[in-house]
């Protein structure tokens, strides 16, 4: 009984509600219809008109008049969505949605648009979806009209901005109203408004908005509008100065990785090394060969990829380390500049090894979703794998640290460093620490070229790349000082980046080198030396 | 003064190495030129170019021997002062085009016409006059050996440090030269010579000079690095780089020495790039890339350094093993030039020349003690003395 | 201090030096006169080789002052001008030219005008050669002037560079440990040596081994952590109690 009654009450309300839904169906109808038979010149004129009746039905009639499938019938006018199917088209019934039947292309004509045309959908659409009930497609259609503002959508947006609940969307609508605004003929206290609520919120995008409505504003706002431009632009320059940092500490993190390895087979042995960005390229191609089993086998595990390319590549370079070392460079200790060409020489070896192995061409190495997108901080656009990066890197720095200063096997590196002959009367086996001192540097090497992996083409002259900058790091933090190669590395990578926007890339590097080699002429023993008498030995 | 320092210079192996440049001067371009293409002794064109670049590279390893064998500086950027040579060179090369060029300017380049550029930079002034390039060819690399080296040398940056900046210092150069915006062709280089002194670039006679040139340059700085190396400022040479401290004790100016070393030695590449570009046709600034310096230390390692004659002898062998190689196996050229730095350092630290020299000189000295001559064992001693390589 | 002017050979005055917070020399001060040969004694790190550094201008001193026959500032100037001033130095390792002959060695120490241009340009005039020969006959190596410095003994080697400090013609001569590693007869003879030299100029010897010491009859300046302990003659030094304490140990 309750039941029937709150049927009957459900379908009497249909019916008040839509009694005069009709009307405005056919009125909907009619403006529809007029698409088919409207000249090209007048068609934005129409599609304004469709938007402003803020339908929903609108919105998937626009996007099909801007991909080209709205069709009229040539019997009797009457415009349908469409579908190709064979010569065939299928229609379904622009305002009910519901199917219409097939019917052969000879019997519609297609409603041309030209550029122009698809601009004004673009823009009413833009005012349209603002209403829609997905949140994503309204954050969307916010900022599309933030970045085309017509003082005209000004309605529109007031709408939007009432029924808004969502504080995302509503900021972006707030913004878009103020800059509408601006270009509308409003009284000019809600203009001041607008200016200062552009300042609060607008950053970059503000600046042409409110210089742009500089020229035409009221004499009595423009002091407003110069200093809210003149407080954006400060704010401009501390996120900029911000953001250079940021890419600064990035750069470090890439050189620190690069140098680490550096600064125990150069710093703590004073082996030269010249085939350290070799190991870190080996890094680099055994994260690619994981990645590649990873794919055709075992596809499920790809966000791993890196975490078992960390061990894998530690351990094939240490391997090609021990190796290089028991082989060639025992025989050279005591002569530094030996080492060097030696080690040059197998650097040659090993990249030309891979070269032919896998190509001369750079390896498609992919970023796990983790690491993948940005996100942003105030004004600061940081990416994910920019940010593990510096994490990872000053993961490494600290594991190193704790190996050498609070394990017996760094003590008896250090050891060995400091007084071979001492050490060895001692009891330690020299030339096995020696030995794996030299296979960690290696390994670490690798490890960074697993995390290089992800910002930088993986190809045999990845290491090439490095090799000067990590050499550069190292002496410029001070030889045989872990802390020193890490202060080296972030200070030249922020040097570098704040020379860049003055000096250009290149500029920025050479001059970088040329302050270096200027450094090196005042301290030739780096930023964090050694003192007394020890070093002259 | 300067005849006994010329005189004292030229022992027999000196004498008979410049006899043989000087021969080959004369010889080569006269089988070239003189006989038909057909003829038993014909020297082809190509192969006169291709020895005439393995004279310049020869020059260049002779250089780096100077700083290197005699004064224990290794650099690691001395392709960067052959190619500033080379390039001041490249420059009276372009200079000599004039509207000849695809874009016909009297005044400007092809690169520069390209990039749209109005007047010629102030940096390529006086270039279209050869004795201004020849000039250049010297004093820029030689300007910037003593900008560099009096910093370096005067703060004493030493051993691998020293040889880690130079390396810094040619990179530098790198980017800098592929730069568009520095006047120098950018990534191209100069290229597209037309003629030298008025002679076509291309023609059998220009190069049968060139290569005489090169002959003759050679033979020319190996007379006046013998004289270095056997004046008393070769032995101050020698004696700072086994005991550096030793020699500023004895009350030298270690930094002065090293210096001008380091600038002829500048120079002498310089001269070297400047005769390389005309043979092979073009600059670019892959000269500069870190790979070619180390090369050079190869060829002087092969041959045997602190010897003079070993750089020569080095730059010929494993350039001409390059030409061979990079022909027949172009694959495995890079496993063989990589196994050559690991087994020269190993096994042959002293190079052909100098372990040669070393067991002739035993073996005279035995001789000698055998005859209780003591005359013929000062000779050996000091043969044995020149030879003898840093550590 | 600095209104009266010293006028002796080599005058330090409250030198110190340190590193990384170790003090090598603490306020030393430590006197020279024309033609005196003086010994100095200590444990090892008492600053005796620092002490060496800072006059030969290897270190340069955080305070104090250093002057040279009166008024030539050392700490002002480098290793080669304190060498052209008169000051030469023995290691305590050995240090000739290897790859050079002992006629070499003699002919690059002799003291001679050291610029480039003198020295590409040079040379040997009669009266270099007849220096060089005295040198020879004077450190007896006369018979080994052809041969390579790195052939020689280890004692022959030691007195090749008195020998090269002497072609150097030195107001003051700073020998570190000559007779370490030497057999006594070598000792006995070096010892000699040193005295005919002192006849000349002024010698400061660095030595641990007593009995040398005692050969040589001279003053004695007694060194502990960077400062001067005691001085005096061998006796006076050696019954010192706290230079039995630091250094010769009860």
């Known amino acids: ?537 | 003064m300067i005849t006994s320092f010329l005189i004292k210079s030229l022992d027999r192996t000196i004498v008979v190495a410049v006899a043989i440049l000087l021969a080959l001067a004369v010889i080569v371009p006269a089988l070239n030129l003189l006989t038909a293409p057909e003829h038993l002794l014909h020297v082809p064109t190509y192969l006169v170019s291709l020895f005439g670049k393995y004279l310049t590279y020869a020059l260049l390893a002779l250089a780096l021997d100077l700083v290197w064998g005699f004064c224990g500086i290794l650099s690691l950027g001395h392709a960067a002062f052959f190619a500033l040579g080379g390039y001041a060179m490249g420059m009276y090369l372009m200079r000599q085009i004039g509207a000849r060029g695809s874009y016909g300017n009297p005044l400007l380049p092809d690169f520069m016409v390209f990039l749209d550029w109005k007047e010629l930079p102030w940096f390529w002034y006086g270039f279209d006059m050869f004795w201004f390039a020849a000039l250049m060819v010297v004093l820029v690399p030689g300007l910037l050996a003593f900008v560099f080296g009096w910093f370096a040398f005067r703060s004493r940056v030493n051993g691998v440090y020293l040889s880690i900046i130079t390396q810094a210092m040619t990179y530098a150069l790198l980017l800098a030269f592929f730069r568009n915006d520095m006047g120098f062709g950018g990534n191209n280089g100069l290229t597209d010579f037309k003629d030298i002194l008025g002679f076509n670039v291309q023609a059998d006679g220009t190069r049968a000079a060139l290569f005489a040139a090169s002959a003759l340059a050679l033979a020319g700085s190996l007379v006046v690095t013998s004289g270095i190396v056997r004046s008393k400022f070769g032995k101050v040479l020698v004696a700072l780089r086994d005991a550096e401290s030793r020699t500023r004790f004895l009350g030298y100016r270690v930094e002065h020495m090293k210096l001008f070393a380091f600038t002829v030695s500048a120079m002498m590449a310089g001269v070297a790039g400047a005769l390389y570009v005309p043979q092979v046709g073009i600059i670019n600034p892959g000269e500069f890339a870190p790979a070619n310096s180390i090369e050079v230390v190869i060829w002087t390692a092969v041959g045997g350094r602190g010897t003079l004659i070993g750089p020569i002898v080095g730059a010929i062998l494993v350039n001409g093993g390059k030409s061979i190689f990079t022909a027949a196996f172009p694959e495995f050229w890079l496993f063989a030039l990589g196994g050559l730095f690991v087994l020269v350092t190993l096994f042959l630290p002293k190079g052909v020349v100098g372990t040669a020299q070393n067991y002739l000189a035993t073996r005279r000295a035995s001789h000698a003690a055998a005859r209780k001559e003591s005359e013929s064992e000062k000779s050996a001693s000091l043969a044995a003395a020149e030879t003898m390589a840093a550590e | ?250």
């Not at chain 1, 890419?247 to 125990?264: F, M, N, P, R, T």
């Not at chain 1, 620490?433 to 993986?458: E, K, W």
């Not at chain 3, 020279?32 to 444990?43: F, H, K, N, Q, S």
């Open chain 3, 1 to 250: 201090m600095t209104g009266k002017k010293p006028r002796n050979l080599l005058y330090l005055d409250g030198v110190s030096v340190s590193f990384d917070g170790f003090k090598a020399l603490n306020s030393l001060s430590f006197v020279v006169e024309p033609g005196e040969l003086r010994a100095i004694i200590g444990p090892n790190g008492a600053g005796k080789t620092t002490m060496m550094d800072i006059i030969t201008g290897k270190t340069r001193p955080d305070a104090g002052e250093v002057f040279f026959k009166g008024d030539i500032d050392l700490t002002k100037k480098d290793e080669a001008a304190i060498a052209a001033l008169g000051i030469g130095r023995k290691f305590q390792k050995p240090t000739v030219f290897e790859n050079h002959t002992v006629w070499d060695n003699l002919e690059l120490a002799l003291n001679r005008s050291r610029g480039v241009f003198a020295t590409l340009f040079y040379r040997l005039t009669g009266e270099d050669k007849s220096r060089i020969e005295e040198i020879l006959s004077t450190v007896r190596l006369t018979v080994r002037r052809d041969d390579l410095a790195a052939n020689l003994s280890h004692g022959q080697k030691q007195w090749l560079e008195i020998g090269m400090l002497l072609a150097q013609e030195p107001e003051l001569l700073l020998v570190d440990e000559p007779v370490a590693g030497m057999t006594d007869a070598e000792t006995a003879e070096t010892a000699i040596l040193l005295k005919e030299i002192a006849k000349t100029r002024s010698v400061v010897v660095v030595e641990h081994d007593m009995g040398f010491i005692r050969d040589l009859g001279v003053k004695v300046t007694c060194l502990a952590e960077g400062s001067v302990l005691a001085e005096g003659s061998i006796d006076f030094v050696s019954n010192d109690p706290k230079v039995i304490e630091n250094y010769l140990g009860r």
């Open chain 1, 1 to 537: 009984m309750y039941r029937i009654i709150q049927t009957a009450l459900a379908a009497l309300f249909l019916f008040v509600a839509m009694a005069p839904g009709l009307r405005a169906e056919e009125a909907l109808r009619d403006l529809v219809n007029a698409l088919g038979e409207a000249k090209l010149s007048e068609m934005d004129e129409h599609i304004a008109t469709l938007a402003k009746t803020g339908k929903p039905e609108v919105v998937a009639i626009l996007e099909a008049l801007g991909e080209g499938e709205l069709y009229a019938s040539k019997a009797d006018g009457q415009v349908f969505l469409t579908k190709e199917s064979g010569s065939n088209l299928t229609l379904t019934d622009p305002i009910s949605g519901d199917s219409a039947g097939e019917a052969p292309k000879a019997a519609l004509s297609k409603i041309r648009v030209n550029n122009s045309v698809r601009r004004a959908v673009r823009t009413a659409l833009g005012s349209l979806t603002l209403l829609s009930p997905d949140r994503n497609q309204r954050l969307r259609a916010a900022r599309s009209v933030l970045q085309s503002p017509d003082a005209d959508a000004l309605g529109a947006i007031e709408n939007a901005l009432a029924a808004e609940k969502d504080a995302a969307v509503r900021a972006v609508l707030e913004q878009a109203r103020a800059t509408m605004l601006l270009l509308s003929d409003r009284p000019v206290d809600e203009k001041r408004e607008a200016v200062r609520l552009l300042e609060e919120n607008g950053g970059r995008e503000a600046l042409p908005i409110l210089s742009g409505a500089l020229g035409s504003a009221d004499e009595s706002l423009k002091p407003d509008i110069e200093a809210a431009l003149a407080s954006i632009e400060q704010a401009q320059a501390f996120w900029n100065a911000g953001q250079n940092i940021w890419y600064g500490l990035s750069l470090g993190s890439v050189l620190l990785l690069a140098a680490i390895g550096l600064a125990i087979t150069f710093g703590v042995m004073g082996i030269i090394n010249m085939a350290h960005g070799e190991m870190v390229m080996l890094g680099a191609y055994t994260t690619f060969l994981v990645q590649d089993v990873v794919r055709t086998s075992f596809p499920h595990l790809f966000d791993w990829s890196l975490a078992i390319a960390l061990p894998l590549a530690f351990l094939v370079t240490g391997a090609v380390g021990l190796a290089m070392e028991r082989g060639v460079i025992r025989f050279l200790y005591g002569r530094p500049l030996e080492t060097l060409l030696a080690t040059w020489g197998i650097s040659l070896i090993l990249q030309q090894t891979v070269r032919t192995i896998f190509g001369p061409t750079n390896r498609e190495v992919g970023n796990p979703s983790w690491m993948s997108g940005a996100f942003e901080l105030g004004g600061l656009a940081i990416t994910w794998n920019r940010l593990w990066i510096i994490v990872f890197a000053l993961a490494v720095f600290a594991a190193l640290l704790f190996l050498l200063k609070k394990t017996p096997m760094g003590l008896q590196m250090r050891a060995v460093t400091q007084n071979r002959r001492m050490a060895s009367s001692m009891g330690i086996r020299t030339p096995l620490v020696d030995a794996l001192t030299f296979a960690l540097g290696s390994g670490i090497a690798g490890i960074a070229g697993v995390a290089l992996s992800q910002i930088d083409n993986v190809s045999p002259n990845l290491g090439q790349g490095y090799i000067i900058d990590s050499f550069m790091v190292v002496v410029f933090g001070g030889v045989g000082n872990l802390w020193g190669t890490l202060v080296g590395a972030f200070s030249l990578g922020i040097l570098n980046k704040f020379l860049e926007p003055y000096a250009g890339a290149v500029l920025g590097k050479i001059l970088v080198l040329v302050l270096i080699i200027l450094f090196i002429q005042k301290r030739p023993r780096g930023l964090f030396a050694l003192k007394g008498r020890a070093v002259e030995a």
